[in-house]
């Protein structure tokens, strides 16, 4: 270790979107890895709309590790940061800053301690996927700290066991996560399918309902559906494995009807399976469901689908148009049956578009 005194500082900043999924993740085979019970599929969010932004620090005058989420000290004792920060720290290599004649040699970094402060510029544990953008950041911005070699997919390995969800935030566009078949994990990764160029004309438009923090965190809720639902075990062995390839191919053709009709059928099988949780979970709410009705009168009326809708353990919804036209029209319809001041109005609009992550190191 050199530099001036032993008086340095050196800090990365990440910024990292979060991902939708559109067939999803819920129930985990092993809790400690996060190994899933099955393999999905997720857009990854232009992070202009909503993203975590994560520094990272490394000081010989840090005492120990502490970590700072929405400007609140929070524990970092929980097996999940734990886990993350040990899979990085081992994987750290020799770090060079001639500029300021700082050199961190590989061995130093299991001594040295971090400051870690994290902003989600979107509700955090409201069912947008705050621990997906969350995760994949502080992974991510760590990995350039720490100046690993591992490619995004072999980071992704990492970030899932901060959060399952947070594998899929390590690439843009359109990502799946393989469940993998190892006991160790280390093939349970997330792939680009297609990238954030791909399919450009799908407009996403997020329509907040509530920015409450749900009562059921997702590792709560996933761990008693699997000990207590039928219908899951039905989907993960026979409805999800004939829809991953579904969606690969409706994805890939930009057939906007399939895909569609896939991520409806998806989110509504995924609250379904809530309910059959045992007692039930609720996520959704009067909002949600009307957002639902919505959407299906107009696809039924116009023949063929303009919109689809998933919605995450929360009440918010995701909704993408097939193109701009559309998602104009989408907009006006929710302002319509939405006014501002009405009893089931809604928080505020995102609308965004398929990015990649950025990296502001
Ligand atoms: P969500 O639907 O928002 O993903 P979850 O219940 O899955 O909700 O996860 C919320 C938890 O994720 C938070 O309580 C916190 O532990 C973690 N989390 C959220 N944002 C961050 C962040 N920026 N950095 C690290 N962890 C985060
Ligand atoms: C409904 O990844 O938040 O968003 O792995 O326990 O952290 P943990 O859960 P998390 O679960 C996400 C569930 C979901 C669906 C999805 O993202 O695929
Ligand atoms: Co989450």
Not at 99 to 120: F, Q, R
Not at 150 to 166: C, H, M, N, P, V
Not at 185 to 203: I, R
Not at 318 to 343: E, W
Request: charged residues 25%.
């Amino acid at each position: 270790m050199a530099g001036d005194c032993g008086k340095w500082v050196v800090m990365v900043t990440a910024q990292t979107p979060m991902n939708m999924s559109v067939i999803k993740y819920w129930g985990k085979r092993d809790e400690t890895l996060i190994l899933p019970v099955n393999d999905s599929i997720s857009i990854t969010l232009d992070p202009d709309h909503l993203c975590t932004t994560t520094t990272v620090a490394v000081s010989p005058t840090f005492d120990r590790d502490r970590m700072w989420l929405n400007g609140k000290e929070i524990s970092l004792s929980g097996g999940r940061y734990q886990n993350c920060l040990r899979e990085i720290r081992s994987r750290a290599t020799d770090v060079e800053d001639d500029e300021n004649g700082i050199k961190i040699a590989e061995k130093d970094w299991e001594k040295l301690h971090l400051h870690i402060a994290s902003y989600n510029n979107f509700p955090t544990a409201a069912g947008l996927a705050s621990s997906a953008a969350g995760f994949a950041c502080l992974v991510f911005a760590l990995a350039k700290l720490m100046n690993l070699k591992e490619d995004r997919s072999k980071l992704s390995t990492i970030a899932r066991q901060g959060s399952g969800s947070a594998c899929r935030s390590l690439h843009g566009g359109f990502v799946k996560w393989i469940m993998g078949k190892d006991e160790d994990g280390k093939d349970s990764l997330a792939v680009q399918l297609a990238d954030e160029e791909h399919w450009d004309d799908l407009v996403i438009i997020i329509a907040v309902v509530s920015s409450r923090q749900k009562e059921t965190s997702s590792s709560t809720g996933m761990r008693e559906t699997v000990e207590t639902s039928l219908l899951l075990k039905h989907r993960a062995k026979e409805v999800v494995p004939k829809r991953i390839p579904q969606m690969e191919e409706a994805i890939k053709n930009r057939d906007f009807a399939s895909f569609a009709q896939l991520t409806c059928a998806e989110s509504n099988q995924f609250h379904a399976v809530c309910l059959d949780t045992s007692p039930p979970i609720f996520y959704m709410n009067d909002t949600s469901r009307r957002i639902i009705s919505i959407v299906e009168n107009w696809n039924r009326y116009e023949g063929t689908p303009q919109v689809a809708y998933t919605f995450d353990a929360g009440p918010n919804a995701v909704l993408f148009a097939r193109n701009r036209k559309t998602a104009i029209l989408l907009l006006q319809r929710l302002l319509f049956y939405f006014p501002p001041d009405s009893f089931f109005g809604l928080n505020s609009y995102i609308v965004g578009d398929k990015s990649i992550l950025k990296d502001a190191g």
